[in-house]
Nanobody, 123 residues
Framework: QVQLVESGGGLVKVGDSLRLSCATS????????MAWFRQAPGKEREFVAR????????AYADSVKGRFTVSRDNDRHTGYLQMNSLKPEDTAVYFC????????????????WGQGTQVTVSS
């Protein structure tokens, strides 16, 4: 059974940094594409970043480009989202998602999801 567990969220101030982790188990991690999504209160889930299975391709939402960096360590079966220069509008629950087939900004195609980790940026 594929499992994804996010960690690293918290309460930070504007301009601070956080690194989220997505620990996975139950599958060959290097075969899976990964993505990060977020959902703020009262808003729909939105794409944040994605990384291909081999880590050679990445993509970002315009709202985080230049501030966030997605990466992965296939030996550790873990994905990461480094978030710098955080803004209040980054406040949301962040989810990682994985798929062996799809490398997409559309959340609906990802078969596996973590439970989410809260990120709150205070001004």
């Amino acid at each position: 059974q594929v499992q994804l567990v996010e960690s690293g969220g918290g309460l930070v101030k504007v301009g601070d940094s956080l690194r989220l982790s997505c620990a996975t188990s139950g599958h060959t991690f290097s075969n899976f594409h990964m993505a990060w999504f977020r959902q703020a209160p009262g808003k729909e889930r939105e794409f944040v970043a994605r990384i291909s299975s081999g880590g050679t391709s990445t993509a970002y939402a315009d709202s985080v480009k230049g501030r966030f960096t997605v990466s992965r360590d296939n030996d550790r079966h873990t994905g990461y989202l480094q978030m710098n220069s955080l803004k209040p509008e980054d406040t949301a629950v962040y989810f990682c998602a994985a798929s062996p087939f799809y490398y997409s900004e559309q959340g609906a195609v990802y078969e596996y999801w973590g439970q989410g980790t809260q990120v709150t940026v205070s001004s």
